[in-house]
């Protein structure tokens, strides 16, 4: 029986060999991101599509951890809170252009840029919101689980950006992750309504500011495989 | 801050401002009053996410109905300056709608559109959204369907439907991901059956009916917002019925036919094999039938008749009675009693010893309450022959399980008085007899037919004769009127009677013992399986007979041990072995009284002496060949209950 294993393993090794070096090595790369060596062979379409998937994935709990805190917590008559200009979202430290035409003329260096700067600057509200989130008395688990699974992607999110640009821009740069001081303080309150309001607009904020990442990636992406049609708009 | 200002001076804006930033077109109100309405803003959409458009209503104020005497003014949160800027273009084509195109708008960043009477001074509605908020696609477009597949009954298909997204939509790029959602209905039907969410650009419909018309249509949203845009033309599908159930008809009409076919093939199977299958399957009882009576008078209740005819006056009747009649049917069993030796009735002595073992000329009798024999023992055995196994002419059966040997009853039958001394001589047990059926005949005596030639062969044994008891001296206790007491002595006497066997063993005599253990393998243990017998003992002991001596006929139940020892009969006739037979005869030997149930009340009668008493003993020119036991090596071959054998009916003389 050994040896039949032997020779069935060995015959496996054989046939899976190819596949191993063009799809198995993505795998250790998405664990070891921090490690350039273990992740150079791994191409820059397969990265940046994990990337996009990443950022979709985000978008859409971020988007309903939002739309879980806005029924559970915020009163009706506060809802819709876009319908209203009172809250903002931190900004950051660049503006964004906000048109697509404008998008579609930056470069790419400035979207994997600013695609990291969101992401950077969002882990530490994140942990923020899950402490928040456990002080509320009937936050629902789903919330807690979708918070907390969004602050772990963004983690391996910027990882991958980070490889990525090294990738795409030969850039080095340190993956080091400097944090916006805009969040709001801490000392409030669970359940007061301020308090209230100010995680539920950190919730919009980081939905906009999702969606804004995976608009990124994704006109980096057409930009990739389409270089023309893409800035024909 | 300008919100809560907004909100505290108009209620009705309010109200308009807490709907959500994507709203209806044109034409939807929300206003709580319908009476009258104020001008608010009826929304604001994008379909592409480059540009959107916002609509007012002037409401019923009359005043403001005139064109310009409202405005959209807007108000970007990345304004420099923080006024609010005229609507850039009011469209030509919509009434009240303000468009802003792709230099006016940007993404994620927070507008603010207004109401605004600049004669009044008055805003009447605020709405603020970011664009990617407000985005609702259009239509797909080339919404189209294909035929999958059929199902095999015709009755359903599934369908592909397949289309393109919006021109709009820049889905290329990247800049709007989209999510579909089909919708399909039956042409009459009200509801609209809603399909799952799907990325791609086609969806397959599953189940659709055949000859049903249905409708299918399409909208998309921007992926992780729930905002629907308009639906697509509707497009109709239909699939016209297959008439392919002539292809199923052939099938199912030589189906028919063959199950028709084969169905009468065996019935002609059957029925031409009627006969054949009959016996194989249906083994016929032997109805009880005593050559000259009429069976219905071997019923219960009907002793009385019986008893006449037997006694005498019907044994002229049965002695006359042709004898052959049923010879050629052999699994007629019939009694058949020779009436016709007074000369034998003063050997009463001697018909004792020989029912204890000389010959098988001894008169077999027992007492059969059944047969109800009569006093003057005038249907005594004429079988009673001093060359019995010549004659063949008399055969009785009597099945003989268990007595007791201590109590010997005396036959209640006409058979009991004249008889007694010579059933004394019988020291096997005494079962009771039934013999039912006799030959409706009518005769005045029944003929007993036993078992001749040779060894008497058993297998003719057919007279069943309810032997009530055995007498010390080895006489069989015929009892005709003790049917119903019967099953109670049997389980009591089984353990006493085979004491008795036993008891009898010990005799100091060895012929007595010889004469004894003769009659004990004479008495054949007969339990019939069904038909008119009625087997009342139950436990009644039983050995195996001699495997060589095919006389047992009569057996329902299994013998009670393969290994007791049977012992040689001396009556049982070499001439037909009955292979796997074996005929339950009581051991003497076999200590363990092992009580099997129905136990034949049977007691197989050898001869019948001129007393017309029962003889059980073998003959004994023939017994000394046969007396010595023989172990159990050769069973009896098989036989149904009351079969005769056409060699051992030959033997039969009528």
Same mark, same amino acid.
């Given at each position: ?19 191993? /070096? ?26 940046? #599509? ?48 906000? $048109?697509? $035409? ?5 470069? #790419? ?5 600013? /695609?990291?700067?969101?992401?950077? $600057? ?20 789903? =919330? ?10 963004? =983690? ?13 821009? #030969?850039?080095?740069? =340190? ?33 906009? #500011? ?24 | ?39 608010? @803003? ?154 799952? &969410? ?67 093939? @065996? ?34 209740? *009907? ?61 077999? &009798?027992?007492?059969? &309450? ?75 005596? &029944? ?124 009556? @049982? ?60 090596? *050769? ?20």
């Amino acid at each position: 029986m050994n040896m039949m294993q032997v020779m069935q393993s060995v015959v496996w090794a054989v046939l899976l060999w190819p596949c191993l /070096v063009s799809l198995g090595v993505p795998l250790e790369c998405k664990d070891e991101q921090g490690s350039i060596i273990l992740c150079a062979s791994i191409s820059k379409e397969k990265l940046l #599509d994990r990337v996009i998937q990443h950022a979709e994935l985000i978008y859409r709990v971020s988007e309903e951890s939002c739309t879980l805190f806005e029924e559970m917590f915020v009163p009706f008559s506060m809802r819709s809170q876009r319908n209203q200009a009172g809250y903002t979202c931190a900004t950051k430290a660049f503006p964004i252009p906000g $048109s697509k $035409s404008e998008i579609q003329q930056i470069s #790419d260096k400035w979207l994997l840029h600013s /695609v990291l700067i969101l992401v950077q $600057s969002w882990i530490e509200p994140l942990v923020y919101l899950q402490t928040t989130l456990d002080r509320y008395d009937d936050a629902p688990d789903t =919330l807690l689980k979708k918070t907390k699974w969004v602050s772990e992607k963004l =983690l391996s999110l910027e990882q991958g950006v980070v490889v990525l640009i090294r990738k795409m821009l #030969d850039d080095d740069m =340190l993956t080091t992750s400097y944090y916006e001081q805009g969040v709001a303080p801490y000392d409030l309150q669970p359940e007061v309504l301020e308090s209230v309001l100010r995680d539920y607009t950190l919730f919009s904020c980081f939905k906009k #500011d999702a969606h804004k990442m995976e608009t990124f990636l994704k006109l980096l992406k057409c930009r990739q495989t389409d270089k023309y049609s893409c800035f024909l708009h | 801050m300008a919100a809560p200002s907004f909100l505290l001076l108009f209620p009705l804006g309010l109200l308009s401002a807490v709907r959500s930033a994507s709203l209806m077109g044109p034409g939807s109100m929300t206003s709580s009053d319908p009476s009258v309405q104020a001008p608010h @803003l009826t929304g604001c959409k994008s379909s592409e996410q480059e540009t959107f458009r916002c609509w007012w209503s002037p409401g019923s104020f009359q005043n403001l109905t005139e064109p310009g005497a409202l405005q959209i003014q807007y108000w970007k949160k990345n304004d420099l300056t923080k006024e609010w800027k005229e609507c850039p273009d009011y469209s030509s084509s919509v009434k009240n709608e303000c468009f802003f195109n792709k230099n006016n708008t940007v993404i994620w960043i927070k507008y603010c559109v207004r109401l605004h009477s600049e004669s009044q001074n008055k805003t009447y509605d605020t709405l603020c959204f970011e664009l990617q908020d407000i985005v609702h696609p259009d239509p797909p477009v080339a919404l189209n369907w294909t035929l999958l597949n059929i199902s095999r009954s015709g009755l359903n298909y599934d369908i592909m439907a397949s289309w393109e997204p919006p021109p709009s939509a820049d889905v290329s790029v990247g800049w709007l991901t989209l999510v579909y959602e089909v919708q399909y209905r039956r042409r009459n039907s009200s509801h609209w059956k809603v399909l799952e &969410h799907e990325f791609g650009t086609q969806q397959s419909i599953y189940g659709l009916q055949t000859g049903e018309a249905y409708e299918v249509r399409v909208h998309c949203a921007m992926r992780a917002f729930n905002n629907f845009g308009e639906f697509s033309d509707v497009i109709f599908v239909h699939v016209p019925e297959i008439p392919n159930k002539e292809s199923m008809f052939p099938v199912t009409l030589v189906l028919i036919f063959g199950a028709v076919g084969v169905a009468i093939l @065996l019935m002609l199977i059957i029925f031409s094999q009627q006969q054949r299958l009959m016996v194989i399957l249906l083994p016929p009882v032997p109805a009880p039938k005593i050559k000259g009576i009429d069976p219905a008078l071997l019923k219960k209740g *009907k002793l009385d008749e019986l008893n006449f005819i037997l006694s005498g006056a019907g044994m002229g009747a049965l002695h006359s009675y042709p004898p052959d009649l049923y010879q050629d049917v052999p699994w007629v069993e019939f009694i058949e009693l020779d009436a016709d030796e007074p000369g034998e009735k003063d050997n009463q002595s001697s018909d004792s010893q020989r029912l204890l073992g000389h010959n098988n000329h001894h008169a077999n &009798h027992g007492c059969s &309450h059944g047969l109800g024999i009569p006093d003057d023992d005038s249907g005594r055995a004429s079988s009673y022959d001093p060359e019995l196994p010549d004659q063949d002419t008399l055969m009785l059966m009597a099945a003989l399980l268990s007595c007791q040997p201590d109590k010997v009853e005396p036959c209640l039958g006409n058979w009991s008085h004249s008889s007694t001394p010579s059933l004394d001589v019988l020291e096997v047990p005494c079962p009771r007899l039934q013999a039912p059926g006799l030959p409706p005949e009518g005769g005045e005596r &029944h003929l007993v037919q036993t078992q001749l030639g040779g060894p008497q062969s058993w297998v003719n044994m057919d007279f069943y004769a309810q032997v009530s008891d055995v007498t010390p001296t080895g006489g069989v206790v015929l009892s005709p009127g003790q049917q119903v007491r019967a099953p109670e002595n049997t389980p009591t006497t089984e353990k006493d009677k085979m004491g008795k066997m036993e008891g009898g063993e010990e005799e100091s005599e060895e012929e007595e013992e010889r004469r004894t253990n003769k009659l004990k393998f004479q008495l054949l243990v007969v339990v019939p399986e069904t038909g008119g017998y009625t087997t009342e003992s139950s436990g009644w002991q039983m050995g195996t007979p001699d495997p060589s001596s095919p006389g047992e006929v009569y057996h329902t139940f299994p013998p009670p041990s393969a290994e007791s020892k049977p012992h040689q009969e001396a009556y @049982l006739p070499a001439t037909t072995p009955l292979g796997d037979y074996q005929s339950p005869y009581i051991l003497p030997d076999s200590p363990p009284a092992q009580f099997l149930p129905p136990v034949s009340d049977y007691t197989v009668v050898q001869d019948v002496d001129f007393q017309h008493s029962l003889l059980l003993n073998p003959p004994s020119p023939q017994r000394s060949p046969t007396c010595s036991p023989q172990p159990p090596s *050769k069973p009896l071959p098989v036989m149904p209950i009351g079969y005769l054998t056409p060699d051992l009916l030959g033997n039969l003389s009528p």
